[in-house]
């Protein structure tokens, strides 16, 4: 079956991708350094490089979209910029007939507008032609922002009473969408049906994706990880910190190079990664991969994906910092430290002095060991801003941050007492 998929996928990149020049996303806060970051930020919203290619010729996405009620679309994870909600569908959703809002969270033809004014975040159409009159696409590409980007939910009364939608500002902050529920979205697409790869895709569940799966870095193994939050990585990097749960990515311009791998490799955009012609030389690794994964083939030399563009894309992830901490009980918070850096332990893995991340991989964290690629183990993730990021571990197994404390408590035979758990607790949320 997985080389059914193989085979496919590689006929479909080998096609000439087209590429789109896309319209732009909301305007940025601050221009800093020369506009880069608002460039980068953009092309993080609203850029795809040709994947419609894959995810719609070859996946059909575009008629999973066609179809999908409002109502089942934002149940799956999917979210709206409420700055870009037409004006009539914004008159619908906040007025007062709350039967006509009922009926518009579940006609697939507001879906349509809304993908069509590019409110979906993370979402792309593609159409037959400009003089098109309805709004049905012919073809649909995805965004980084679909995954690694949030929304400030908006609260509408409707006939089952006050109901909060991801319907809201989209929240460049780096916290990712622990809701996005990619791959049962996936599973509904032709290509899966047919394929027998519905089962698989929907189990991987809200917040995590197999980005081993569906390419040619396919790994045979069931791998699904979490989204990791995209913040800090300029202190982080400069303490070792390598790039992906497995930590392979690291050096000079590794952000713009995991941007192409993502872009070229997993999302099948117009490019090349890590050969002669790619747009930004290979990073270095933290360790070397499978052969398989070092042969990558160049699928296109003529790439869209070009280097100014990747650099203006890192240029923006290197401008997110975590979110100051809020709501801890201070006090508790400095017995968490003290119990951080001694009984617990876990200043070891995690030194405050290098951004809570050090060098090295684990595997033996997670109640199921990695497998597959992951096999190697996990890289030491940094812990700031983490009060914000729940589930947590690269496969989501922890709900919250208690049973986070719990898995090494049992772990490292810690013996912590309740208030010591909670006062760890407290510490966490206060990074
Ligand atoms: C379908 C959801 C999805 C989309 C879309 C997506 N990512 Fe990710 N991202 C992930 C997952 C899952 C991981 C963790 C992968 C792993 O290492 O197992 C990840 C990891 C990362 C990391 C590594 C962070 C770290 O601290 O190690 C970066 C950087 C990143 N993504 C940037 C991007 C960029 C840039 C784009 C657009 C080109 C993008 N992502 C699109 C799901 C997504
Ligand atoms: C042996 C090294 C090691 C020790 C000791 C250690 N950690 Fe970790 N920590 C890791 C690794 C590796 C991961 C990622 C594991 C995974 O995702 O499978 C992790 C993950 C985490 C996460 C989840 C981060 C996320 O974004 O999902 C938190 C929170 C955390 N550790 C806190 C702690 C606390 C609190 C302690 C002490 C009780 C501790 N760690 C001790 C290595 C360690």
Same mark, same amino acid.
């Given at each position: 079956?997985?080389?059914? @998929?193989?085979?496919?996928?590689?006929? #479909?990149?080998? =096609?000439?991708?087209?590429?789109?020049? +896309?319209?732009?996303?909301?305007?940025?806060?601050?221009?800093?350094?020369?506009?880069?970051?608002?460039?980068?930020?953009?092309?993080?919203?609203?850029?795809?490089?040709?994947?419609?290619?894959?995810?719609? *010729?070859?996946?059909?996405?575009?008629? @999973?979209? /066609?179809?999908?009620?409002?109502?089942?679309?934002?149940?799956?994870? @999917?979210?709206? !910029?409420?700055?870009?909600?037409?004006?009539?569908?914004?008159?619908?959703?906040?007025?007062?007939?709350? #039967?006509?809002?009922?009926?518009?969270?579940?006609?697939?033809?507001?879906?349509?507008?809304?993908?069509?004014? =590019?409110?979906?975040?993370?979402?792309?159409?593609?159409?037959?032609?400009?003089?098109?009159?309805?709004?049905?696409?012919?073809?649909?590409?995805?965004?980084?922002?679909?995954? %690694?980007?949030?929304?400030?939910?908006?609260?509408?009364?409707?006939?089952?009473?006050?109901?909060?939608?991801?319907?809201?500002?989209?929240? +460049? /902050?780096?916290?990712? /969408?622990?809701?996005?529920?990619?791959?049962?979205?996936?599973?509904?697409?032709?290509?899966?049906?047919?394929? =027998?790869?519905?089962?698989? &895709?929907?189990?991987?569940?809200?917040?995590?994706? !197999?980005?081993?799966?569906?390419?040619?870095?396919?790994?045979?193994? !069931?791998?699904?990880?979490?989204?990791?939050?995209?913040?800090?990585?300029?202190?982080?990097?400069? %303490?070792?910190?390598?790039?992906?749960?497995?930590?392979?990515?690291?050096?000079?311009?590794?952000? #713009? $190079?995991?941007?192409?791998?993502?872009?070229?490799?997993?999302?099948?955009?117009?490019?090349?990664?890590?050969?002669?012609?790619?747009?930004?030389?290979?990073?270095?690794?933290?360790?070397?991969?499978?052969?398989?994964?070092?042969?990558?083939?160049?699928?296109?030399?003529?790439?869209?994906?070009?280097?100014?563009?990747? &650099?203006?894309?890192?240029?923006?992830?290197?401008?997110?910092?975590?979110?100051?901490?809020?709501?801890?009980?201070?006090?508790?918070? #400095?017995?968490?430290?003290?119990?951080?850096?001694?009984?617990?332990?876990? $200043? $070891?893995? %995690?030194?405050?002095?290098?951004?809570?991340?050090?060098? =090295?991989?684990?595997?033996?964290?997670?109640?199921?060991?990695?497998?597959? !690629?992951?096999?190697?183990?996990?890289?030491?993730?940094?812990?700031?801003?983490?009060?914000?990021?729940?589930?947590?571990?690269?496969?989501?197994?922890?709900?919250?941050?208690? *049973?986070?404390?719990?898995?090494?408590?049992?772990?490292?035979?810690?013996?912590?007492?309740?208030?010591?758990?909670?006062?760890?607790?407290?510490?966490?949320?206060?990074?």
């Amino acid at each position: 079956m997985k080389d059914m @998929v193989r085979k496919r996928i590689r006929r #479909a990149a080998l =096609g000439l991708a087209t590429f789109a020049l +896309l319209a732009g996303c909301g305007s940025s806060g601050g221009t800093d350094n020369n506009g880069q970051i608002s460039a980068g930020r953009e092309i993080f919203m609203a850029e795809t490089f040709g994947n419609e290619k894959f995810f719609g *010729d070859t996946l059909g996405l575009h008629t @999973v979209l /066609n179809n999908v009620a409002p109502k089942d679309a934002v149940a799956l994870g @999917v979210q709206v !910029d409420i700055s870009k909600v037409p004006a009539e569908v914004a008159a619908v959703m906040t007025g007062s007939d709350l #039967a006509a809002k009922d009926a518009a969270l579940a006609d697939p033809a507001i879906t349509r507008k809304l993908i069509k004014a =590019g409110a979906v975040i993370g979402v792309k159409g593609f159409y037959g032609s400009a003089a098109a009159t309805d709004d049905t696409m012919t073809n649909a590409g995805i965004t980084c922002g679909l995954c %690694h980007v949030t929304v400030k939910p908006t609260t509408f009364r409707l006939t089952a009473g006050d109901t909060a939608l991801p319907i809201g500002e989209p929240q +460049l /902050n780096g916290v990712p /969408n622990a809701r996005m529920d990619a791959g049962k979205v996936l599973s509904f697409t032709p290509f899966a049906q047919q394929n =027998g790869l519905s089962a698989t &895709l929907a189990g991987w569940g809200p917040g995590r994706f !197999d980005i081993r799966a569906l390419n040619e870095l396919d790994d045979g193994v !069931d791998n699904p990880t979490a989204f990791p939050p995209l913040w800090n990585f300029p202190e982080l990097q400069a %303490h070792g910190y390598a790039l992906g749960w497995d930590g392979m990515f690291k050096g000079e311009n590794a952000l #713009a $190079s995991i941007a192409e791998a993502v872009y070229d490799l997993i999302m099948h955009g117009n490019g090349s990664f890590a050969t002669a012609s790619g747009a930004i030389n290979p990073p270095a690794l933290a360790f070397a991969p499978r052969q398989a994964v070092l042969d990558r083939l160049q699928d296109n030399p003529a790439g869209v994906i070009t280097r100014d563009r990747l &650099l203006q894309l890192q240029a923006f992830l290197q401008s997110i910092t975590s979110p100051a901490p809020s709501g801890f009980d201070a006090a508790k918070a #400095a017995q968490g430290a003290a119990l951080f850096g001694g009984k617990a332990g876990c $200043s $070891s893995c %995690h030194p405050q002095a290098t951004a809570f991340t050090s060098a =090295g991989r684990h595997a033996d964290i997670t109640a199921v060991p990695p497998t597959g !690629d992951l096999a190697g183990g996990i890289k030491v993730p940094g812990l700031k801003g983490v009060g914000l990021t729940a589930p947590y571990f690269h496969d989501n197994s922890a709900a919250t941050l208690p *049973d986070v404390v719990n898995r090494f408590d049992v772990r490292g035979n810690l013996g912590l007492s309740a208030a010591e758990k909670d006062a760890l607790v407290e510490y966490l949320k206060s990074l």
